[in-house]
């Protein structure tokens, strides 16, 4: 079975820290995403990755930042956080674009 | 611009079929995917389409029409475990493989 663990289930920080997310994969995948998801939004891409040290922007990458520096590891960065990033964060991976994405189990992180 | 309409929420009957639909208007396609999410968990992967028709997977068929930018999530013989939000997701290729989620269906089975 795929599975995509994420760093922490709840995380809270103050305003203007400087926030790390990280998401590890254990079955090769090529791809992986990084989602927020809010309530009557629904999931919105922030950043992707489609090899180690790529990347491409979202639909929301305003405010983000992702390392990929191993294929297993895709990390989201959020260089000065801001109440308004406060929501749930899930990072996904997958084969190639046209399989399945299988889900880690998201960070709820509350900016105070 | 992108746009996925789907129902906010619906209800049925356990034991019951329910269509769940979603509209999409994407600049580019490269293929439908359908994800279910129970409350407080991940979202799991249920269907991909990326050619018109009908692709059945059990209890759970998806369908598309490309040309009429249109999909839709047929569950049959509703059980209580189905009470969960339905995912519409567009690959749009337009946008190096975004992909773009609807805002979901919250369906709840009574029984």
């Known amino acids: 079975d795929v599975k995509v663990t994420q760093s922490s289930r709840y995380l809270v920080k103050r305003t203007g820290e400087k926030v790390f997310l990280e998401c590890v994969q254990d079955?090769?995948?090529?791809?992986m995403f990084w989602y927020r998801q809010d309530p009557g939004l629904g999931l919105r891409l922030i950043y992707f990755s489609y090899d180690v040290k790529m990347k491409e922007k979202g639909d929301i990458p305003e405010g983000y930042s992702v390392s990929r520096e191993k294929k297993e590891r895709f990390s989201l960065i959020l260089e000065s956080a801001s109440t308004n990033q406060t929501s749930m964060y899930l990072c996904?991976?997958?084969?190639?674009?046209?399989?399945?994405?299988?889900f880690g189990p998201g960070t709820r992180l509350t900016v105070t | 611009g992108q746009n996925i309409d789907q129902p906010t929420e619906m209800t049925a009957t356990e034991g019951a079929i329910v269509q769940i639909n979603c509209t999409y208007q994407t600049s580019g396609f490269n293929g439908l995917f359908w994800y279910q999410q129970h409350a407080g968990e991940a979202p799991t992967f249920l269907s991909y389409n990326v050619l018109d028709g009908l692709e059945e997977k059990g209890r759970f068929s998806s369908f598309l029409s490309r040309s009429k930018g249109y999909s839709y999530l047929l569950l049959k013989e509703l059980q209580m475990k189905d009470s969960a939000s339905y995912l519409c997701a567009v690959m749009d290729d337009n946008y190096g493989q975004n992909f773009v989620f609807g805002p979901g269906t919250r369906l709840s089975v009574l029984p």
């Open positions: 996904a991976s997958s084969l190639s674009y046209t399989y399945e994405q299988y």
């Open positions: 079955m090769d995948h090529e791809n």
